[in-house]
């Protein structure tokens, strides 16, 4: 939640635009309906002086046509000439195809990657400041060099901000560090952990939330951030999985697990929350839930931020019914599979009310630390279900 007394204080920098890319469209849709509706409703203030007429949409027509070679053009139909432009794009989204001589493409991260600078460009020179909201930060698992390879995102983001971008608005970042690669540009990374919180206590209503009930685990040291936070706030234990990988073999471009080896104290009879920022092929998760079935877990419940399932859905089917897991909380951030919705083990974080909270602040150019760390609604969330 914004702070309110700022925000009524403060006047947009420029007009507010959302120039909302095809990949993302049905959940830039939402957050374009959450501004406007809180605007008309006063939970917001208006818009610049002199401009008291709060519209229907902020959208930006936009798009991105391709000729018969694959190659494509960006244009934004309408001027933005001094706005605040916020482009948003979801560069998973393998759904959305295109035709290379005839032959059906699915549209790739590259592809997507290249239609958000196209937009760009359109709007460098034009737009007062343009914004990048990017939920899955594009190639943010090539964060690192280890041997002679490429660093991908760290390039990526270079690129971004040579061409004009002020600001670049991501989500669970793999590496926040990778900011490192533009340190005097604008870069946050948002955690959805509150949506998180009230997702579970919304559709696990029997839950309970204390040391001895329930545990937070790891899946590896890279998701130790989140697990510790989470934790802390809901005063509860926490463990975590070390993954043994065998680095003298790469398999689809990484090394493989060897086993995953468990820190924590005792899960008998306990609830466990697996909280990491994306499940992909979900082969290390299922390893990490057979270990905690293993150790007696009651109930397993997996949190991510982004649900990619790139091997399709029939090994958490498989699973489900073998009861190593109960559900699977993910975000509306990035594409999900019509068919996931119909899973009677998913439950789905709406991001979409909260995006349109960091939109309107960073429109007002004031302190996004009121929405970037939750601590008090989550507090207040947790007492408010104790409390029932």
Same mark, same amino acid.
């Given at each position: ?12 920098? !420029?007009?507010?635009?959302? @120039? ?185 209503? /029997? ?15 890279? @998701?130790?951030?989140? !697990? ?18 065998? &680095? ?17 104290? /005792? ?21 990490? !839930? ?26 958490? /089917? ?30 789905? !974080?709406?991001?979409?009310? &909260? ?24 507090? @207040?969330?947790? /007492? ?5």
């Amino acid at each position: 939640m914004p702070d309110i007394n700022l925000l009524e204080r403060s006047v947009p920098v !420029a007009p507010l635009r959302l @120039a909302v890319l095809d990949s993302i469209k049905p959940f830039g849709e939402k957050v374009n309906d959450h501004i406007v509706n809180m605007r008309k409703e006063g939970v917001l203030p208006l818009t610049v002086p002199g401009n008291v007429d709060i519209p229907d949409s902020y959208f930006v027509s936009v798009s991105c046509p391709r000729f018969g070679t694959g190659e494509a053009k960006g244009t934004i139909k309408e001027s933005v000439r001094g706005c605040d432009l916020y482009i948003m794009t979801d560069i998973t989204n393998y759904s959305l195809t295109y035709t290379v001589n005839g032959y059906l493409n699915h549209m790739s991260p590259d592809d997507h990657f290249q239609d958000l600078k196209r937009i760009i460009a359109c709007a460098t020179g034009q737009a007062r400041r343009i914004n990048v909201i990017m939920p899955f930060l594009y190639e943010s698992r090539q964060h690192k060099r280890t041997q002679r390879e490429s660093l991908d995102c760290a390039s990526a983001l270079q690129e971004l901000i040579d061409m004009g971008v002020s600001n670049i608005i991501t989500f669970d970042a793999h590496d926040p560090r990778v900011q490192n690669a533009i340190p005097l540009s604008g870069f946050d990374s948002f955690s959805p952990s509150y949506q998180f919180v009230k997702a579970l206590l919304k559709n696990v209503d /029997d839950i309970k939330v204390d040391s001895d009930h329930l545990m937070i685990i790891s899946p590896d040291e890279g @998701a130790m951030q989140r !697990a510790v936070y989470l934790a802390g706030i809901m005063k509860v234990d926490m463990g975590m999985f070390y993954k043994r990988r065998d &680095y003298s073999v790469i398999v689809n471009g990484k090394n493989p697990i060897i086993s995953h080896e468990f820190l924590g104290s /005792d899960l008998t009879g306990k609830d466990v929350v697996v909280v990491d920022d994306m499940i992909s092929s979900g082969g290390s998760m299922f390893d990490v !839930a057979k270990q905690l079935k293993a150790r007696n877990a009651r109930r397993i419940i997996i949190m991510t931020t982004f649900g990619l399932f790139t091997d399709g859905l029939d090994k958490f /089917d498989e699973f489900y019914s073998k009861g190593l897991f109960d559900k699977i909380i993910c975000t509306n951030l990035t594409y999900l599979p019509p068919e996931l919705k119909e899973r009677e083990y998913f439950i789905e !974080a709406d991001m979409s009310k &909260y995006t349109a909270y960091i939109i309107d602040t960073l429109n007002h150019n004031i302190p996004i630390s009121s929405v970037l760390t939750p601590d008090e609604k989550i507090h @207040a969330l947790l /007492d408010k279900y104790n409390n029932r």
